[in-house]
């Protein structure tokens, strides 16, 4: 009974590749993230989902697309993958209204050959 | 562009004694502060938080402390105990809009010795 939870935790793929991740919360909460945290550590936020809108998306390229079905999952499609997305991608999810506390995902380490 | 800065890589404690770990910012929208631990193959969880409107939060063990027009937060862990050997997140956020979206810091090793 995992709050939020990430598939796969690993991906190991070649250049050129498309891949998804998935992410599924049952927190019941409204908004939903994809942060991505790359060589230097940094968490940076790439999306941000609340009730099926995108509200927020930090210049990432359009390769990155995010797919909410619902409001409790919001998967993050890849195309076209390059060396330089090699990152750990992690999913998280927190009240619209709340007090800004984000629950995270596991993390997914997807290696880019 | 760096708004939220942990300069210390690592930080190594004995176990009973105080762990300090520093975080600033350079955004002055910024009104809600957030402290998140990690441990390997895990995703951050939230430890602590606060606002603006405060300059010290205290949860048992962990306090957090702000100085504003010093654009400085800490987290003070008293006594440090070996499985608070993580890494630490500092992360800030600007209200408005129940937005709420932190920004990070690239985290602060902390390893405490028994």
């Known amino acids: 009974d995992t709050a939020v939870s990430q598939t796969p935790k690993y991906l190991v793929t070649q250049m050129g590749n498309d891949k998804s991740i998935k992410c599924e919360q049952n927190?019941?909460?409204?908004?939903m993230y994809w942060y991505k945290q790359d060589s230097k550590k940094f968490l940076k936020i790439m999306f941000s989902?609340?009730?099926?809108?995108?509200?927020i998306n930090e210049t990432v390229p359009n390769r990155f697309s995010p797919k909410s079905p619902d409001k409790a999952h919001l998967n993050l499609h890849i195309n076209s993958l390059e060396l330089g997305d090699s990152a750990v991608y992690f999913c998280?999810?927190?009240?619209?209204?709340?007090?800004?506390?984000?629950?995270f995902g596991e993390g997914s380490r997807l290696t880019v050959l | 562009d760096q708004q939220v800065k942990q300069n210390s890589p690592s930080l190594s404690v004995q176990e009973g004694r105080i762990s300090i770990l520093n975080c600033d910012y350079t955004?002055?929208?910024?009104?809600?502060f957030l402290w998140y631990k990690k441990y390997p193959a895990e995703g951050p969880t939230f430890l602590i938080s606060?606002?603006?409107?405060?300059d010290k939060n205290e949860d048992g063990r962990f306090t957090v402390f702000l100085n504003k027009s010093a654009k400085h937060l800490s987290l003070h862990i008293v006594p440090s105990q070996p499985g608070d050997s993580a890494v630490y997140f500092c992360?800030?956020?600007?209200?408005?809009?129940?937005?709420?979206?932190?920004?990070f810091g690239r985290g602060t090793s902390l390893i405490v010795h028994p």
């Open positions: 992360a800030a956020s600007a209200g408005g809009g129940g937005s709420y979206i932190p920004t």
């Open positions: 955004n002055s929208m910024f009104d809600y």
């Open positions: 989902y609340n009730n099926k809108e995108l509200i």
């Open positions: 927190l019941g909460h409204d908004t």
């Open positions: 606060i606002s603006s409107i405060k």
């Open positions: 998280a999810s927190s009240q619209v209204q709340g007090s800004g506390e984000l629950f």
